[in-house]
């Protein structure tokens, strides 16, 4: 018996079997090359095939040539795209799965950058990420745009397709025309809701006609956009029952937040709990007798199990968990849930990486992306291979290597494995991320690596081992800047995590790296009672938070602890306070901070409060306090801190002594990671399984 009945059970959409309950949904994949789909989207979706989902859905195909709202879209319109369709289903169907295609038109929610068009929407509202003004579509054009639907349904019935999905949610011109937020028209595809769902009723008629009956037919549906005047979840029930009386659709999928405005709910970070969004396929299942697909942060076939037998869902859709595991649903039936490798919700490889027009990788999987790439022989003749560190690229090495059929020794100064990783996991709001090391450490110990804690390796004992390889993961270690020499209450982000240091009173934190460092001490600070203050050189504080989606819900959070935030600032010197300063003194106020050239946006933004609402400022006459010089980036104008310590997020250097030792000896020497210079973790997996794999 399964530990998943109600996953494990087969259902019927529409003319389509499935054989479990498990949808690899659509998601962005960035694989495409001059508007076509590749090899690569075959390897990608086959591996998740192969790993068992019950259903494929792939990413979006551009219904009509306005629509090109970033580089490395399919252009689903172009006759062209049947031979790569027909590429991905049959190595789809190789594994007995059936796979759909989304089909989208994604109205003013995009750019002219690509098509040198004008966009086309129900208003000319513009989108408040694109900031473009689009045009208010005409009736030959809302014809246009339904016909364009009807060309790539047909498109994807001649590639093999086995149904479509009609992406009408968080990015689409459907959405728009449904959304009273967009759609200002006052004709009959304005007004009231029946009207604003013409476009998407015509689109269903004329996507049935077009695909017969032998093929399925899904929408997926927006049921809280979260924005001012947009769509709500009554509302989008009403939408959905509307879908359902048509009498031609077979399921429905659910989606919530909208992809300009919202985006960070709706591939919502670690921050956010599991299941979050299940509350809208619930309310669709109740309205409608279709099946309905539950989304939202869902990462273990336990937590997929719970939304089908409460009753939220019919369907699961796990993207971020097959991108870290294309194996998740075999390992969940074949009773080895504990091996699947969790996904972080980190969103640096996945969300964060198309973000920035790269495809789509995973920080934990180093093959997510790669799988066209065939995987290296197994060696002839397994040698002994040394690992010097346990963090993640030591991890990963030693996984990898072991796996290959290496004999493999982890050696780790530190009590536990984990490195950095588990560092950073320490503060609450990032606890997840621990789940790397877990599931690194796990593998290790799956494929027989000996892990040696409690140890520090020395030039001599490695040489003692003979090893034919040695990696060395030895880290990097805080590197203070210059202006920190002789002054004890300037301290790493690390000393704070590590308990090395315990700041108190009026602390001022450096962001220098622009991501969770400075942000998640300064909330862990906060937590403790600290008044604390962030500074950045940079245009945001934290500004990378912003790619994972991880910034909105960090400045509400920030707001709630009085966390102050200031921007364009460059901390030019420290020294230590000379004398207790009178009672009563205090640094600059925002005001006189504005009337000398000064800048601090947030504060601004609120009117001269702290951005925070209600964080103390640091106050001077503090015993032992620093006098801190920072230049305003803007102005050139330089402000006089007065704070009780200050916590640096600057860039390390390498732990590299063991390589000068050992760079000439007679065995092979690697190193990987933050030993080889210090980047974030995605770095790291991959130079660990690069080098695991050359072994």
């Not at 982000?493 to 108190?504: F, G, K, M, S, T």
């Not at 960090?554 to 420290?574: E, N, P, Q």
Request: aromatic content about 4%; charged content about 20%; proline content about 6%.
């Amino acid at each position: 018996m399964s530990d998943f009945p109600r996953l494990f059970s087969p259902l019927k959409v529409g003319p389509v079997a499935l054989p479990n309950r498990v949808v690899f949904s659509a998601h962005l994949t960035n694989y495409a090359e001059d508007g076509l789909p590749t090899h690569r989207h075959a390897a990608y979706y086959a591996a998740r095939a192969a790993g068992g989902a019950g259903l494929v859905i792939t990413e979006e195909h551009s219904t009509h040539p306005t629509d090109w709202p970033y580089e490395k879209m399919i252009h689903g319109f172009d006759p062209a795209v049947v031979a790569g369709y027909r590429r991905i289903t049959e190595a789809v169907h190789a594994h007995h799965v059936p796979i759909f295609a989304q089909l989208n038109h994604n109205g003013g929610q995009g750019s002219g950058m690509y098509t040198r068009r004008a966009l086309w929407a129900p208003s000319p509202v513009a989108d408040p990420l694109f900031r473009e003004v689009p045009k208010a579509v005409e009736r030959h054009e809302i014809a246009a745009i339904v016909d364009g639907y009807a060309t790539v349904a047909r498109h994807c019935a001649e590639g093999g397709f086995d149904g479509v999905e009609l992406q009408c949610s968080h990015s689409s011109v459907v959405r728009g025309f449904l959304s009273p937020a967009t759609n200002r028209r006052t004709d009959a595809y304005g007004g009231p809701l029946r009207n604003r769902a013409r476009l998407l009723t015509e689109i269903i008629s004329a996507v049935r006609a077009a695909i017969g009956p032998a093929l399925a037919l899904g929408v997926r549906l927006c049921g809280d956009e979260l924005i001012e005047d947009g769509i709500t979840l009554d509302e989008a029930v009403e939408v959905a029952r509307t879908v359902a009386d048509t009498g031609q659709v077979d399921y429905l999928n659910t989606s919530i937040g909208v992809a300009t405005s919202t985006l960070y709910m709706i591939e919502a970070s670690m921050t956010v709990p599991p299941g979050y969004a299940l509350f809208i396929a619930n309310a669709f299942r109740r309205a409608t007798d279709l099946p309905v697909v539950g989304v939202g942060r869902i990462k273990s076939p336990e937590q997929a199990e719970r939304a089908l037998v409460e009753g939220h869902c019919d369907l699961v859709g796990v993207v971020r968990g097959q991108i870290a595991d294309p194996d998740f649903t075999a390992k969940a039936r074949a009773g080895r849930s504990a091996e699947i490798r969790a996904c972080l919700s980190c969103n640096q490889e996945c969300v964060g990486r198309v973000g920035m027009n790269r495809w789509l990788g995973c920080v934990e999987n180093p093959r997510a992306g790669r799988e066209l790439l065939p995987v290296p022989a197994v060696p002839a003749r397994p040698k002994k291979v040394v690992v010097v560190g346990g963090g993640p690229a030591g991890l990963q090495a030693a996984a990898t290597a072991a796996r290959r059929g290496h004999r493999v020794t982890l050696l780790e100064r530190a009590r536990a494995t984990g490195g950095q990783v588990a560092v950073a996991a320490t503060v609450p709001s990032r606890a997840e991320f621990l789940d790397m090391a877990r599931n690194l450490l796990a593998e290790c110990r799956r494929y027989g690596v000996d892990i040696r804690t409690g140890t520090a390796a020395t030039a001599a004992l490695l040489r003692a081992e003979s090893p034919d390889a040695v990696v060395l993961a030895t880290g990097a270690r805080p590197r203070p800047p210059a202006w920190a020499a002789g002054l004890d209450r300037v301290v790493d982000v690390r000393d704070v995590l590590e308990d090395r240091a315990a700041p108190h009173g009026d602390v001022l934190v450096l962001d220098e790296l622009g991501f969770h460092q400075a942000t998640s001490v300064a909330e862990l600070l906060a937590d403790r009672g600290c008044r604390v203050h962030v500074v950045t050189p940079g245009m945001t504080v934290g500004q990378d938070l912003g790619l994972t989606l991880d910034m909105e819900t960090f400045i509400v959070r920030a707001h709630a602890k009085g966390i102050r935030r200031s921007t364009d600032r460059v901390v030019m010197s420290a020294t230590a306070a000379a004398v207790e300063a009178a009672a009563g003194t205090a640094e600059p106020t925002d005001t006189e901070v504005a009337a000398t050239g000064g800048t601090d946006v947030e504060v601004a933004a609120t009117g001269g409060t702290d951005a925070g609402g209600g964080g103390t400022a640091p106050t001077a006459g503090t015993r032992g306090g620093l006098d801190v010089d920072v230049l305003v980036h803007t102005t050139g104008v330089t402000e006089r801190l007065r704070v009780d310590w200050i916590v640096c997020a600057v860039h390390q250097e390498p732990e590299d002594g063991l390589w000068q030792e050992l760079r000439d000896e007679p065995f092979a020497v690697h190193r990987v990671g933050d030993c080889l210079t210090p980047r974030r973790a995605d770095a790291a997996v991959v130079e660990g399984h690069r080098v695991g794999s050359a072994l």
